[in-house]
């Protein structure tokens, strides 16, 4: 079983950063792609961003392209999300996910983990 734990979130202005991280256990990762989605009220949840863990390409949705960075620190078992230039519309519950395999795909019903969200509010 893989148990993901993010953490970072938190409330910022307009044009600020924010940090947030997602702690795996349970499998090793090397064969796995991880990935940010998020998910604002009354809305679907949307990809954010993918990478393979075992140093892959990034994919990144058109919205948070330029702004917005992955990484993983394998020492660590930790993903990464780096949100530079917080906009309003960035605001939503973001979630880590994994799922088997080398491909990265947008559509959240193809990952296979979850971790349990982390707020991100952006106040104008």
């Known amino acids: 079983q893989v148990q993901l734990v993010e953490s970072g979130g938190g409330l910022v202005q307009v044009g600020g950063s924010l940090r947030l991280s997602c702690a795996a256990s349970?499998?090793?990762?090397?064969?796995?792609?991880m990935g940010w989605f998020r998910q604002a009220p009354g809305k679907e949840r949307d990809f954010v961003a993918g990478?393979?863990?075992?140093?892959?390409?990034?994919h990144y949705a058109e919205s948070v392209q330029g702004r917005f960075t992955i990484c993983t620190d394998n020492a660590k078992n930790t993903m990464y999300l780096q949100m530079n230039s917080l906009k309003p519309e960035d605001t939503a519950v973001y979630y880590c996910?994994?799922?088997?395999?080398?491909?990265?795909?947008?559509?959240?019903?193809?990952?296979?983990?979850w971790g349990q969200g982390t707020q991100v509010t952006v106040s104008s």
């Open positions: 996910a994994a799922r088997q395999g080398m491909v990265v795909t947008t559509f959240y019903a193809t990952w296979d983990y």
């Open positions: 349970g499998r090793t990762f090397s064969r796995y792609t």
């Open positions: 990478i393979s863990w075992s140093g892959g390409g990034t």
